[in-house]
């Protein structure tokens, strides 16, 4: 049976382990013929879109392979607004709006709000959430 | 359909416990049924006499005194981890009511969607 799953991503890359075994886990199901609804980050979980994250050469880049992930199956990543600006993450549009210099919000992303989520959850057969 | 918010952090610890308060609120919006239990330390976010000045953060009651409005009268927490804490039914608010831990299973069950914060 294929199930759909909404994947809901609260910890911060590097801080801990969380928003990469969400990463494995969503390769995984869509590996097994499941789908992905979508993917909302929430609280820390913004994080995992900024682009400017810069790890060292043999460290991996999760926001990088998060964009790769939604290439490859044009999934649907959505940031929470809220979350997002109070933590410094924020796309062109955001950054004109507030009069920030400089957006790092990584392409593949959206920024959305909770509603988006909830929708997710509704349509969803399944919700899951990342992050301690 | 009927959400169930499983919150177990106190107020000011960590922000997920007022932004986790922000989406049970998000989803009342959306005209879906919601309840929160509030486990464990989470009890004390329904304390009624919390003032978060001394911490210069925006005091949390204002939402949790907002969840009747969004028509969330689903509120609860476990008379155990009340008591285990010492506190005093007279501290907690009014809306907010004592369930078994057999009633929390059946809540759970009954529930469309889970979600622990």
Not at chain 1, 67 to 78: G, P, R, S, T, Y
Not at chain 1, 112 to 127: E, K, S, T
Not at chain 2, 47 to 73: C, F, M, R
Request: glycine letters at 4%.
């Amino acid at each position: 049976m294929s199930l759909c799953f909404a994947i809901l991503v609260t910890g911060q890359p590097y801080s801990d382990q969380s928003s990469k075994t969400a990463l494995q886990f969503c390769k995984a199901i869509i590996e097994r013929q499941h789908s992905i609804y979508r993917i909302f980050f929430f609280n820390d979980g913004v994080h995992c879109a900024n682009s400017f994250i810069t790890p060292p050469q043999d460290e991996q880049a999760i926001p990088k392979q998060w964009q790769a992930l939604q290439k490859e199956h044009d999934l649907d990543l959505v940031i929470c607004v809220s979350s997002a600006l109070r933590r410094g993450v924020i796309d062109q549009k955001e950054a004109q709006r507030y009069d920030v210099t400089g957006h790092n919000m990584a392409e593949g992303f959206n920024i959305g709000g909770l509603g988006q989520w909830v929708d997710a959850c509704i349509n969803a057969d399944r919700v899951i959430r990342f992050g301690s | 359909m009927h959400f169930l918010y499983l919150f177990s952090r106190q107020a000011y610890g960590h922000s997920l416990a007022r932004e986790a308060l922000d989406m049970a609120l998000a989803t009342a919006a959306f005209d879906q049924k919601v309840s929160i239990v509030f486990l464990e330390d989470a009890i004390y976010q329904l304390l009624n006499a919390t003032d978060a000045q001394s911490v210069e953060t925006k005091p949390h009651i204002g939402v949790i005194n907002a969840l009747p409005l969004y028509d969330i009268e689903n509120i609860y927490y476990l008379d155990d981890d009340r008591q285990s804490r010492a506190i005093s039914e007279s501290n907690l608010l009014v809306h907010a009511r004592a369930i078994s831990r057999p009633a929390l299973q059946q809540l759970i069950a009954a529930a469309d969607r889970v979600q622990s914060f």
